[in-house]
């Protein structure tokens, strides 16, 4: 399976790193700037667990998709962050 990342151009300069992956996209200045991007690339969104951005992206995706059967395309799954 070929891996993608999408983040922001902060992810290069603060301490957060990049995950390794086949292809990276940079797309904006701060993170949440590649959501549109990253929506645009996808055909398909699991979410698990999240916090505002994963749902501003679920959003962007329904609106992508509102034509569409979202039962087959859109699956998430909600969990109690137990970090910090």
Same mark, same amino acid.
């Given at each position: 399976? %070929?891996?993608?990342? /999408?983040? @922001?151009k %902060? @992810? &290069?300069?603060?301490?957060?790193?990049?995950? =390794?992956?086949?292809?990276?996209?940079i797309?904006?200045?701060?993170?949440? +700037?590649?959501?549109?991007?990253?929506? +645009?690339?996808? +055909?398909? &969104?699991? *979410?698990?667990?999240?916090? =505002?951005?994963?749902r501003?992206?679920? @959003? &962007? /995706? *329904? @609106?992508?998709?509102?034509?569409?059967?979202?039962?087959?395309l859109? /699956?998430?799954?909600?969990?109690?962050? &137990?970090?910090?």
């Amino acid at each position: 399976m %070929k891996t993608v990342g /999408f983040s @922001a151009k %902060k @992810a &290069l300069t603060v301490s957060c790193g990049l995950y =390794p992956v086949k292809k990276v996209i940079i797309y904006g200045k701060n993170f949440g +700037d590649e959501s549109q991007a990253f929506v +645009d690339y996808i +055909d398909i &969104l699991i *979410r698990i667990g999240g916090g =505002p951005q994963s749902r501003k992206e679920v @959003a &962007l /995706f *329904r @609106a992508k998709n509102e034509e569409n059967n979202l039962t087959e395309l859109l /699956f998430e799954e909600e969990i109690e962050w &137990l970090g910090k």
